[in-house]
């Protein structure tokens, strides 16, 4: 794991969220921190800090919360990191929790908590916006620019939900498919297509293309 340290925010940066929603998210911690280590990895990510509304007492010396802490009052999550693309800064406070997790071999379990559903839905941005690259509409990681130039920090974005996200894809294909019979391939074709015509290299719209990494996020977790 790159090394990351855990911090107590002061303020929310941000006009919290009113009506935050539970995510559908049902990993693991352990899979949210792994999948969060290959994005910051793939950025050659260094200093990172996520900061949460945590007390100092219930962050350990090594800087991770302890196994006891107790679940911050606000959920709400930053996470900064010097990386290629020069300083990037992400944050939200869009859910209140997330899905069931079961425990060790299926034997009781815990709701995901509010602060690791927001910090795995900014794993799930970055994840997204490496997507940029794979589908060729980026080749210098033109897709950070926007969160480079604002170092006061810029949420991912809105709650959404499954259904939102899957309208939002859609309106790029034009082929009405029933969200049952979706299949990660399918997300994938509907992310490449709308990618292209929202990024703003493309002449599109940088905020239309932050909703369109948005729900390709969420629906890549939720279709599997």
């Known amino acids: 794991m790159i090394e990351v340290r855990f911090r107590p925010f002061t303020t929310w940066p941000q006009v919290e969220t009113r009506d935050r929603k539970r995510a559908l998210f049902h990993a ?15 950025l050659d990510a260094k200093d990172v ?27 709400g999550v930053i996470l900064s990191f010097g990386s ?10 869009a859910f209140s929790q997330g899905g069931y997790q079961r425990g060790s071999g299926g034997i009781g379990g815990s709701w995901m908590p509010g602060w690791q559903a927001n910090l ?7 994840e997204a916006l490496r997507a940029v690259d ?46 049952p019979d979706w299949t990660p391939e399918h997300v994938e074709d509907l992310y490449r297509r709308a990618a292209k015509e929202t990024h703003p290299d493309t002449g599109g719209d940088p905020d239309e293309f932050r909703r369109v990494a948005t729900a390709h996020a969420l629906l890549k977790d939720y279709v599997r």
């Open 120 to 126: 795995r839905a900014i794993a799930l941005g970055l």
């Open 84 to 93: 290629k693309h020069g300083p990037l800064r992400y944050l939200t406070d």
């Open 28 to 42: 693991s911690w352990s899979s949210t921190l792994a999948g969060l280590n290959a994005e910051l990895r793939a």
């Open 134 to 179: 794979r589908y060729g509409v980026s080749r210098r990681g033109e897709q950070y620019r926007g969160w480079n130039e604002l170092p006061s920090g810029i949420e991912m974005g809105p709650a959404m939900t499954i259904e939102e996200a899957a309208t939002i894809l859609e309106g790029y294909w034009g082929v009405m498919v029933p969200l």
């Open 49 to 75: 800090v996520i900061e949460t509304a945590h007390t100092q007492r219930d962050i350990r010396n090594d800087g991770w919360p302890r196994s006891d802490a107790r679940v911050p009052p606000m959920p």
